[in-house]
């Protein structure tokens, strides 16, 4: 159930499922060491994402915001009303929330990793809106996933906003594009965020501001970590680093040790030089025709692109 879901998620809980620890060790032991992004978000990760949301330097909520403000109207035309609505990642439910009575959705069935806060989050949205049935998973859709039978098979609505598909190299997002358009049923489309190429000092200034909050956002994880796979991080060893690959298309966060480090966890260690890095996200920047490209990969065609003046943001609709 989900508030089992959420249990198991939550920061006082000990221990990471068997899959969970076995990913973490994995990842961990690497010759290129990493870690999933998608340990970022634990109850603090997920408040500390809402803070980089405010933030100056962090564009991509805000600007995304503006597109939905500017042309609210002619995507709500676009995608049609009633049907249910899945928010992928939904986080604290806000840019769904702010989409609801453009886009009327019966059922609102949000999806996040962070069981605990997403739980919150939609009980307080719940009395706002009672008239619409919402159902919170506390899950990992990284890996593929089922909706429960309740929700509608006709006129779903995939709502992946932020450029959060940006987490998944190329590949990997082809597979979950494909997951999302088997799932679709009649009727369906996909209404998602991406982040577009511009100047690089904007990206680096984006994920390195100067408050410090993305690098606790970063540093935070290895908190999670200690948590889920009893490992003995010490935050004070390790560094943010975030920088943009043009090559790759992509912001590339790391956490870099600054003195050598051994670093032990249930059922392994790993010796860290000073200086070696352990990499824990890519956030890939595209081009309007690099992503028509995945779509068409994934079974799926662009309706119509909403952008900003300064064209640093997208939003999309997209049919099968
Ligand atoms: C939630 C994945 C869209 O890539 O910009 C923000 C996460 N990382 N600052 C992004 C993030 C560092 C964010 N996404």
């Known amino acids: 159930s989900t508030a089992e879901l959420a249990r198991c998620n939550e920061a006082g809980a000990a221990q ?20 999933s992004p998608k340990y ?9 994402f809402e803070a980089i949301c405010e933030l100056d330097e962090y564009y991509p909520t805000r600007t995304e ?13 676009c995608v049609g009303q009633g049907g249910s609505l899945i928010d992928l990642g939904a986080g604290n439910c806000a840019k769904a929330a702010s989409l609801f009575p453009l886009l009327r959705p019966q059922q609102y069935v949000p999806l996040d990793i962070s069981a605990e806060f997403l739980a919150t989050a939609v009980a307080g949205l719940q009395q706002r809106f009672p008239a619409i049935a919402m159902t919170p998973l ?22 992946y906003p932020g450029s959060s598909i940006g987490n998944f190299s190329p590949p990997q997002a082809v597979g979950l594009l494909r997951n999302l358009r088997d799932n679709l049923g009649a009727d369906g489309g996909l209404l998602i965020g991406i982040d577009l190429v511009k100047q690089s000092s904007v990206l680096d200034a984006a994920y390195n501001d100067e408050l410090g909050v993305t690098a606790a956002f970063n540093l935070n ?8 796979a009893g490992a003995n991080f010490d935050l004070r060893q390790w560094q943010h680093c975030a920088y943009f690959d043009e090559a790759a298309s992509r912001i590339e966060m790391h956490l870099q040790a600054q003195c050598d480090v051994t670093l032990r966890w249930q059922g392994g260690a790993r010796q860290f ?46 049919r099968a």
Do not use: C, M
């Not at 506390?138 to 709502?159: M, T, Y």
């Open 65 to 77: 915001a503006s597109i939905f403000t500017s042309h609210g109207e002619a995507i709500a035309a």
């Open 221 to 228: 994880l290895l908190r999670h970590v200690n948590r889920l």
């Open 16 to 35: 990471g499922s068997p899959a969970v620890l076995a990913e973490i060790s994995t990842g961990l032991l690497a010759r290129r060491s990493h870690i």
């Open 273 to 318: 030089a000073r200086g070696e890095r352990i990499h824990t996200e890519d956030s890939y920047k595209y081009t309007r025709g690099g992503f028509n490209q995945l779509l068409a990969s994934a079974g799926f065609e662009a309706v119509q692109y909403w952008t900003d003046p300064a064209n640093w943001f997208a939003v999309l609709y997209a």
């Open 40 to 48: 970022l978000y634990d109850t603090l990760g997920s408040r500390l």
């Open 138 to 159: 506390g899950v990992d859709f990284s890996a593929g996933f089922q909706l429960p039978e309740h929700v509608s098979k006709s006129r779903r609505v995939f709502f």
